[in-house]
């Protein structure tokens, strides 16, 4: 999530260690069998025309850096106006973002440049979560290892410690649910897959796309123990998108990555 819109990027491992390996277990068989699928030619996941967005790739980076820029001036104005919590202050921020993205799509992404199958896509994003699952889970555990190594002990995302600190009320609950689960996977996959990365695959080619636009994804997050992670986790968003031709394929993955992370706070905090 980008930046302030930072809402789970970093909790992967926020269930007892049973469930995150038995997890892992369904996932890694998932991914073997989706690999296999591959190899003998076919793919289990839905496919569809791939999406020509009409932004160029500076265009698509100016984007993305509005989309950091734009939530921090409203933090600002939500100092000013005296909305201290910091989940207001995400909330209004988010909502900056949200409307950057609405009129990028409707500047580059309308219907006429995407085709794949929203409901199939949506379902096999959701999947793909499962599958991908593993592998940014073994990334997490050697760059946890590696930043031990070197004196810097893990810490998760300041959002993530916000949450478990705070009383979880309704509205807070609800606030925290809007923002990860619903509007950040919306406007990020909007702007990072949909523009950046359907740029930049437009200019240099699919694996070019999925580098920078993952490198990009991770940057703004500003974390230096989350960042990595987010990397790995967006080279399976950008896969999904290609393959699908659909936006819900990675909405729906990040959607369920971000509502596993939130599930699993808010069990620890009961």
């Known amino acids: 999530m980008t930046g302030p819109l930072a809402a789970g990027?970093?909790?992967v491992l926020p269930f007892p260690w049973p469930v995150i390996g038995i997890t892992a277990l369904a996932?890694?068989?998932l991914l073997l069998a989706y690999g296999r699928s591959l190899a003998r030619g076919r793919d289990l996941l839905p496919r569809g025309p791939r999406p020509a967005p009409r932004a160029g790739v500076f265009e698509a980076l100016a984007v993305v850096v509005l989309s950091v820029l734009v939530p921090a001036f409203l933090f600002g104005v939500a100092g000013g106006l005296g909305l201290e919590e910091k989940g207001d202050a995400q909330l209004l921020g988010t909502a900056g973002a949200g409307?950057?993205?609405v009129l990028a799509w409707g500047a580059w992404l309308r219907r006429g440049s995407e085709h794949g199958p929203r409901g199939r896509g949506a379902l096999a994003g959701a999947l793909a979560w499962l599958a991908w699952f593993p592998v940014v889970?073994?990334?997490?555990?050697?760059?946890r290892l590696l930043l031990d190594a070197f004196g810097y002990p893990w810490r998760e995302q300041a959002v993530l410690t916000a949450?478990?600190?705070?009383?979880?009320?309704?509205?807070v609950v609800a606030r925290f649910f809007l923002l990860a689960v619903i509007l950040a996977p919306l406007v990020e996959e909007v702007i990072f897959r949909g523009l950046l990365f359907g740029a930049l695959r437009r200019r240099w080619g699919l694996g070019a796309a999925?580098?920078?636009s993952s490198a990009v994804?991770?940057?703004v997050h500003l974390d230096l123990y989350a960042s990595p992670a987010i990397f790995v986790l967006s080279l399976g968003l950008g896969w999904v998108y290609e393959?699908?031709?659909?936006?819900a394929a990675p909405v729906a993955f990040h959607a369920v990555f971000n509502g596993w992370t939130f599930l699993g706070v808010l069990v620890g905090s009961g």
Not at 137 to 143: D, P
Not at 163 to 171: A, F, K, M, Q, V
Not at 243 to 247: N, P
Request: net charge positive; charged share 10%.
């Open 9 to 11: 990027g970093g909790g």
């Open 27 to 29: 996932g890694l068989l």
């Open 99 to 101: 409307v950057l993205a």
């Open 137 to 143: 889970l073994g990334f997490m555990a050697g760059w």
């Open 163 to 171: 949450l478990r600190g705070r009383e979880t009320t309704p509205w």
């Open 210 to 212: 999925l580098v920078i």
């Open 217 to 219: 994804f991770g940057l």
């Open 243 to 247: 393959r699908t031709g659909t936006l």
